[in-house]
């Protein structure tokens, strides 16, 4: 079955870089949303969308924007880049927005910032 | 401020043993309740998830308990194998949040041969 997929898997930056992530669902699904998972951390919560409408909000720094396009992708995108953001970043989808709804996490992309 | 209050921290059992994985939460408003397994360098996925209005859910060797009026739930994993070894998360969304999760700090769990 189709999963998830997230591009690129890895990506090394330089401090003040910028960096995007895309994010591609699983066929139908059409809401997105994107969690930050530091080292030993738990997922935190940073946006998702719901038919190309953010539809929440978490710890989103305000360097960071995102949307979904009209096929569903989705991509996250990271400015001035600071050594903190170092992290595990997964993208999940799932089909109709709201609670309740499987969420279905992609394999990550691995920021490395320098 | 974790939200959800995951413990413990680790563990490890011998293949065949119960691990028990506690959590418990505050927000009453909470009112769904997944559990998600990870492996390291996959994305959590899903193994079982629970509403306030059940007491016990069962899905092969996983099983969810669930206290709404101690606001606490836990997860119980029969006949543990080594490959069941991995880092297990508990979270809560609630109904007009659109899916956002809070995760519980995780549970490494060892299941030794």
């Known amino acids: 079955a189709a999963g998830v997929i997230q591009s690129p898997r890895h990506l090394i930056k330089e401090k003040r870089e910028t960096a995007t992530l895309k994010c591609y669902p699983i066929?139908?699904?059409?809401?997105v949303y994107w969690y930050q998972q530091g080292p030993g951390q738990d997922p935190q919560f940073l946006i998702s969308f719901y038919e190309k409408m953010q539809s929440d909000k978490g710890s989103i720094p305000d360097r960071f924007s995102a949307q979904q396009f009209s096929d569903y992708h989705s991509e996250l995108n990271m400015s001035s880049l600071e050594l903190g953001d170092s992290a595990l970043y997964f993208c999940a989808s799932s089909l109709g927005g709201g609670a309740n709804n499987e969420q279905f996490f992609g394999p990550g992309t691995r920021l490395t910032v320098l | 401020q974790q939200q959800v209050k995951q413990s413990p921290q680790s563990l490890i059992v011998q293949k065949g043993g119960i691990p028990i994985i506690n959590c418990a939460y505050e927000n009453t408003a909470f009112d769904y309740f997944p559990w998600y397994q990870q492996f390291p360098g996959k994305g959590p996925a899903l193994l079982i998830a629970i509403r306030p209005d059940v007491s016990e859910k069962k899905e092969g060797r996983f099983t969810i308990s669930f206290n709404k009026s101690a606001k606490q739930f836990s997860l119980h994993i029969m006949d543990s194998q080594p490959g069941d070894s991995a880092t297990y998360f508990c979270a809560a969304s609630m109904a007009d949040s659109w899916g956002k999760l809070q995760f519980g700090a995780g549970t490494q769990v060892v299941v030794t041969p």
């Open positions: 066929p139908r699904h059409d809401t």
